[in-house]
């Protein structure tokens, strides 16, 4: 099981050129991928752009466009106007640690930048951050590790 994960996550960075990795911080490597226009237009919404840029490390649990897309509307307005609150959910997928997925695995958990912990769960060959699934791992930026998740987590 852990094979599996590392085995792709080997595979997903050998097809990126190593000079864009060692070179592209989260924000740039978020943007660049083109999966991720919501969560990137929300971080600078958020006024998180330059704290993203900083040397970090961190990990990023990145939900994609189709994973925003699974939150009601509403929601997503009301956290697009009120800045606090966008601000603590978008930190909530961040932790101020280099995890890659090789620890993620051998974890319980993480503290994260808002201050409240994610859970982190292994099943049936499957990594879980709460209830949202990675479905790919280990994205690497000169400045930490995204990993890609299906779904937005919301602190409580």
């Known amino acids: 099981m852990k094979a599996l994960l590392l085995a792709a996550a080997v595979a997903l960075i050998a097809a990126a050129p ?31 752009v ?5 040397p970090g490390p961190y990990t990023v649990f990145a939900p994609t466009d189709a994973a925003f897309a699974k939150v009601p509307k509403r929601t997503l307005k009301a956290l697009a106007r009120n800045k606090a609150k966008l601000k603590s959910v978008l930190l909530y997928h961040v932790v101020a640690k280099k995890l890659p997925a090789a620890k993620v695995v051998k974890r319980k958990g993480a503290k994260t930048l808002n201050g409240k912990r994610v859970r982190f769960r292994v099943r049936g060959g499957d990594v879980f951050v709460n209830r949202a699934k990675v479905t790919t ?6 400045n930490g590790v995204i990993h890609v998740i299906n779904r937005v987590l919301l602190p409580r």
């Open 18 to 48: 190593a000079s864009a990795r060692q070179n592209q911080d989260i924000v740039e490597t978020a943007t660049a991928a083109g999966q991720f226009t919501t969560l990137t237009k929300l971080v600078k919404r958020a006024g998180l």
């Open 137 to 142: 791992a280990d994205v690497m930026a000169s």
């Open 50 to 54: 330059s704290a993203l840029k900083q």
